[in-house]
């Protein structure tokens, strides 16, 4: 069913995954990727603040190209006391996941709608508890030779409620996915219909 705004969106993301929950949830919308240099969250101590920082920056970079309408920026990133962002290289990935392996860690999401031609913003942000299975060896050695980790906070991208792997513990689903579909629900139209 598609969803019917009463304005144009336009999602400020390359993210496939936010693409596809956008298009699953019915939503209609442009894409225009803010390609901004991301922050590694070295020494942040404020994981609310960050993210939103973040997701702003990403609207901002977008909201002048956009002469009407609504632009959706959002930012996801791992915090287990201090931000885990996208893996570096497999490397990285293989450490990241070797850390995250059999505790639970937060996946934060800043999300910014940013409305033109007025520029009335509205911002939020959620989190997800989740926990990853520590894996063996030989299963670490597998999961990395999927790639998953490439482009993924905390070096994982979670298949769904029935992954192997993931499990969100508290919070939203689709939050760990990239996108905090159900608040997005409530915020976008109301936004879209002031």
Not at 53 to 69: C, E, I, L, N, P
Not at 131 to 146: H, K
Not at 154 to 174: N, T, W
Request: charged share 25%; hydrophobic share 45%.
């Amino acid at each position: 069913m598609v969803k019917s705004l009463p304005c144009r969106l336009t999602l400020a993301s390359g993210s496939p995954a936010r693409r596809d929950l956008l298009t699953e949830a019915g939503y209609s919308f442009d894409v225009l990727p803010a390609n901004i240099d991301e922050p590694t969250g070295e020494g942040v101590h404020d994981i609310r603040a960050f993210v939103q920082q973040v997701a702003w920056s990403k609207a901002a970079a977008v909201a002048g190209r956009v002469a009407d309408g609504i632009v959706l920026a959002a930012d996801t990133v791992a915090w287990i006391g201090a931000v885990i962002g996208k893996p570096a290289d497999e490397a990285d990935a293989r450490r990241i996941l070797t850390r995250l392996g059999g505790r639970e860690h937060e996946l934060w999401t800043g999300v910014c709608l940013w409305r033109r031609p007025d520029d009335v913003q509205l911002a939020w942000q959620e989190v997800t508890r989740v926990w990853f299975r520590r894996l063996s060896a030989a299963e670490l050695d597998a999961y990395l030779a999927t790639r998953q980790w490439a482009n993924n906070s905390g070096a994982y991208a979670i298949e769904g409620p029935d992954d192997r792997y993931v499990r969100v513990v508290s919070g939203s689903l689709s939050n760990v996915i990239g996108l905090p579909m159900e608040s997005l629900g409530r915020w976008l139209p109301a936004l879209a219909r002031l």
